[in-house]
């Protein structure tokens, strides 16, 4: 049936007609909905005037869809496929209306999304054991807020966590990991500024053993990846905790900026090379920046997104839903 | 696989084109679609690179291009200066106040590099202007904000007003000026919290403080890996707040940066300053030229295209050309040529421009001196010898290499190199695109080299780059 109308049919039902998974989902969209509200709204307005502006599909309808792809970030060569699939599907179904043409565009994305594979949103958790999850990026991309935050669902979720305060290097960094442990109620491993980051780790890892702990956030200092030995730190990190702990880091997770362009294309491609990239954490999705260069890492490194940052407080982050997130979009159109 | 540069791809799109003369409007259309895609992908914005293909487009349907005989070069000639000139031709500085304490105000996104920037403006303001700044504290709401810029005021040994958390960012704000024009600061620099141009809270506190504090610099600090969105973050910004600069910050990555393009354009804001790292000296005055070859992919060798475009100017290059295809190529040519490749610099300079070659010629010896003496053999031969290379014969050879101290080998490579590459440039003038793409992949391979050993260059400084645009 499409996503587009499986979920309209959601919201088309009464609220009392719900069953509780589809109750679930009806308030995670609100979520999004509400958080995307600034992303969507410039979005949105676009579409929409594309949409009334034309009466049936042309190339010129083609050409503008085109450009709000690419104003999304989504990217050069993933648009071009994009297009392709959309405008092959279009003629294969002779598509003429404007609404089964909506369809077609969030199928599209839909799948570009999906692939053919079951994406599978959920952490990677040792359920017998400590999980340690390194949270990697450039800097500026709001790691450490979201390692704040990700501790506050876990821990709300019944785990028992601890942060490592791996970012020995810029000013304040310990000091603000410190702070987001206190708000989250959990215990933050430290070393002094300057610290091998990877001696951080190690500590962090016998005393998050000791403490019967169930999953250790690791922070670690902003890098750009062109940065060769800040590379090699970083992989230094990644050894030390794979051998302290078998199996770990069970993700690491690429914390990436909505407003992002296409440089973060590069940066998925060297952080995997150096760590093993498993996720992304998709930040500050609340501006107006769609954050669309997701899609082409997707697309073109099979990387998914675990999370989705919308918003400073505590509560703003969420478990990364490709239907949500196109919900988020483009949800004036489901009405 | 993405082409990385401008250069490359308007290489590729050519090689469908060219080879039958003159180009056609449509052979511009297909350039000026490779001009866009790359623009693109350095993320510029969409609406940005409509606009400026079409002037570009306008431009190269000049008689330059299509009459040139390397139009990719002039089309990426053409895209450069206009890349340039939309960016600000020349740097603005700072703006100061003749007399008491100026202020600079830093604002913009989370994340962005405001804090690192505050710190980098007072080093170099103290550097350069003999400023006695004062860092102030203003960012109330991220955790460990304050600290961060102690922590930095304290390694440039530079004072940073704070007053905690517990006050409000214009109560700072005031109390901090008075404290600096009582301590005799002539430079206030404010560090504020990042926050979105959509926050309309955190923004009207923006307008607040700049009713305060009456700021003669209100900087945007922009991450130059920002996307397309680059152009609602920077509008909004200057329409709430009448931004007066721009600083560009982490270009020491291998984002392309077509922010500034679009940010320039659509605001109208001079780029001021550029954040090549995260130490405190690593801040630069905004280069327009630099960005424009960024922009384009190719580093900074489109620097070196200049350089060589003046050392090597088209007309020249043409009566080159028609020399080789009328076999009239002597001595005195290879000599002109050999002196226009000297002007752009070493050797090494120009081998260390290959990606990824420049490491590894740290440990290797150049032999600088070998064009010295090829051009001391060379001006050892007569005039008649130069002009005409087919009679010199072994008992010239002995008395060429006398005369330049050179021993009679290389005297017989060097008369031996050049006939070949006589030869080769007589052959390439006659070829398809197809032969010429066969030979060039032939010299490629080990053992195969060129006898010519220059197509590379450099020019002064640290320039770095890939494949010289012009071969
Ligand atoms: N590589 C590189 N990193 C930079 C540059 N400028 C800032 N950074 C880093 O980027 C990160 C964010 O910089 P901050 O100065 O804290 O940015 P901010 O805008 O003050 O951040 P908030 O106050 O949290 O909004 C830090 O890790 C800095 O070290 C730069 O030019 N190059
Ligand atoms: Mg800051």
């Known amino acids: 049936m499409g996503l587009f109308n499986s979920i309209k049919s959601i919201f088309s039902k009464n609220k009392n007609q719900l069953t509780n998974e589809e109750q679930l989902i009806v308030e995670k969209a609100e979520k999004y909905k509400k958080g995307m509200e600034k992303t969507r709204s410039s979005m949105m307005g676009k579409l929409k005037a594309l949409f009334e502006s034309y009466d049936r599909v042309n190339d010129d309808l083609f050409n503008e869809l085109e450009e709000i792809f690419i104003m999304a970030d989504i990217g050069v060569n993933t648009v071009l496929e994009l297009m392709d699939e959309i405008k092959s599907d279009v003629r294969i179904r002779n598509v003429a209306n404007m609404k089964e043409f909506q369809s077609i565009i969030i199928d599209k994305i839909f799948s570009i999304y999906v692939k053919d594979e079951i994406v599978d949103t959920n952490l990677n958790l040792n359920e017998n054991g400590l999980t340690v999850i390194l949270f990697v990026g450039v800097n500026g991309v709001g790691k450490t807020t979201s390692i704040g935050k990700i501790a506050y669902k876990l821990q709300n979720e019944g785990k028992k966590v601890m942060l490592a305060a791996g970012d020995t290097f810029r000013a304040g960094a310990i000091d603000q990991l410190k702070i987001w442990a206190d708000r989250v109620g959990c215990p933050c491993v430290t070393k002094a500024p300057g610290s091998d980051p990877a001696s951080v780790m190690y500590e962090a890892i016998q005393l998050a053993k000791a403490q019967n702990i169930d999953v250790l956030l690791c922070d670690t200092a902003g890098r750009l990846q062109t940065k060769v030995n800040l590379m090699k730190e970083l992989e230094k990190v990644h050894r030390v905790i794979s051998r302290e702990v078998p199996g770990a880091p069970h993700e690491t997770l690429l914390v990436i900026d909505a407003t992002t362009g296409q440089n973060g294309m590069n940066q998925a491609r060297a952080f995997t090379e150096a760590t093993n990239v498993t996720g992304i954490v998709l930040t500050k999705l609340d501006g107006t920046a769609k954050g669309g260069i997701v899609l082409a890492i997707r697309n073109e490194l099979g990387i998914p997104i675990k999370f989705v940052t919308m918003g400073e407080k505590i509560t703003d982050l969420e478990y990364f839903d490709i239907e949500q997130y196109i919900y988020g979009l483009f949800s004036d159109m489901f009405v | ?471």
Request: charge should be positive; proline fraction near 3%.
């Open chain 2, 1 to 471: 696989m993405a082409f990385d540069s401008l250069s490359d791809r308007l290489q590729q799109a050519l090689r469908k084109v060219t080879g039958r003369g003159t180009l056609t409007e449509t052979d511009i259309e297909t350039m000026m679609r490779e001009v866009r895609l790359s623009l693109l992908e350095a993320d510029v914005n969409y609406k940005v690179v409509k606009d400026f293909t079409n002037e570009v487009k306008a431009k190269a349907l000049g008689e330059r291009v299509l009459k040139s005989i390397t139009p990719g070069q002039q089309v990426v000639k053409i895209v450069f200066e206009e890349l340039k000139r939309v960016m600000g031709d020349e740097a603005e500085g700072l703006r100061f106040k003749p007399q008491g304490t100026t202020i600079f105000m830093l604002v913009g996104l989370n994340g962005t590099g405001k804090t690192t920037h505050a710190g980098k403006l007072a080093l170099y303001c103290r550097r350069k202007y003999n400023k006695n700044p004062l860092l102030v504290a203003a960012d109330v709401y991220r955790p460990a904000a304050i600290d961060q810029l102690v922590t930095i005021g304290k390694q440039l040994s530079i004072p940073t007003f704070e007053m905690g958390t517990n006050y409000t960012p214009e109560e700072i704000v005031k109390k901090a000026i008075d404290y600096a024009k009582e301590n005799k600061h002539d430079l206030v620099i404010i560090d504020t919290a990042g926050r979105f141009h959509v926050n309309e809270e955190l923004m009207a506190e923006l307008r607040r403080l700049k009713e305060i504090a009456q700021p003669d610099e209100i900087l945007l600090t922009v991450d130059a890996m920002t996307g397309q969105d680059a152009v609602n973050v920077s509008q909004s910004f200057h329409e709430q707040l009448n931004v007066t600069g721009v600083i560009l910050t982490k270009l020491d990555g291998d984002t392309r940066g077509g922010a500034a393009l679009s940010i320039r354009r659509v605001t109208g804001v001079p780029i001021k300053f550029m954040g090549l790292g995260e130490k405190l000296d690593q801040l630069e005055v905004f280069h327009p030229e630099r960005m424009a070859s960024r922009i384009l992919g190719m580093g900074d060798v489109l620097t070196l295209l200049e350089k060589a475009q003046d050392a090597i100017n088209e007309e020249e290059a043409e009566l080159m050309a028609k020399k080789f295809k009328n076999a009239t190529f002597d001595y005195n040519d290879f000599l002109k040529q050999i002196k226009q490749i000297r002007r752009l610099g070493s050797i090494k300079g120009l081998l260390s421009l290959i990606p990824g070659l420049g490491s590894q010629l740290k440990n290797i010896e150049i032999d600088e001196n070998q064009f010295n003496h090829i051009v001391a053999i060379i001006n050892s031969m007569t005039e008649e010898e130069r002009h005409n290379p087919d009679i010199i014969n072994a008992s010239r050879k002995q008395r060429i290499a006398r005369g330049s101290g050179r021993d009679i080998s290389e005297v017989n490579r060097l008369t031996k190199q050049f006939e070949e590459m006589r030869q080769m440039r007589r052959k390439m003038m006659n070829m398809s695109p197809k032969e010429m793409e066969r030979m060039m992949n032939n010299l490629n391979r080990p053992g195969g080299q060129p006898s010519t050993p220059v197509s590379y260059s450099k020019g002064k400084g640290k320039n770095k780059g890939r494949r010289a645009p012009w071969f």
